[in-house]
């Protein structure tokens, strides 16, 4: 029986992804950290040439310093909708509660 294109595809691509070592996680210095959540905290959506800047001066690749404001921006939204009850699924202590009468 001869495999379909689309298997033999897949099965060539796993081979070439074999053989390429897997790319280590970057993980960034205290300094870069710190500026990168700074500016974050002044400008949420940085321009591209204020992004290229800051790669620059931090030794970051253009895509590491889009993909932090990406996430910081999704991290951002996330923890602003769990703040009030700071509980997920547990009201917190501000709301009222109503017992039978």
């Avoid at 029986?1 to 970057?26: A, F, Y």
């Avoid at 300094?31 to 974050?40: G, P, Y």
């Avoid at 040439?49 to 921006?73: C, D, K, P, Y």
Wanted: net charge positive; glycine share 2%.
């Amino acid at each position: 029986m001869i495999p379909s294109p689309c298997k033999r595809k897949e099965q060539e691509q796993q081979k070439d992804r074999n053989l390429q070592p897997k790319k280590q996680r970057l993980v960034f210095t205290d300094l870069q950290r710190r500026t990168l959540i700074a500016i974050f905290k002044e400008n949420k959506r940085p321009s591209k040439e204020m992004q290229m800047t800051i790669s620059q001066q931090l030794g970051l690749e253009l895509n590491t310093v889009s993909n932090f404001f990406m996430n910081a921006r999704r991290r951002c939204m996330h923890r602003w909708q769990e703040e009030p009850g700071t509980n997920p699924g547990v009201p917190s202590s501000s709301t009222s509660t109503f017992s039978k009468a």
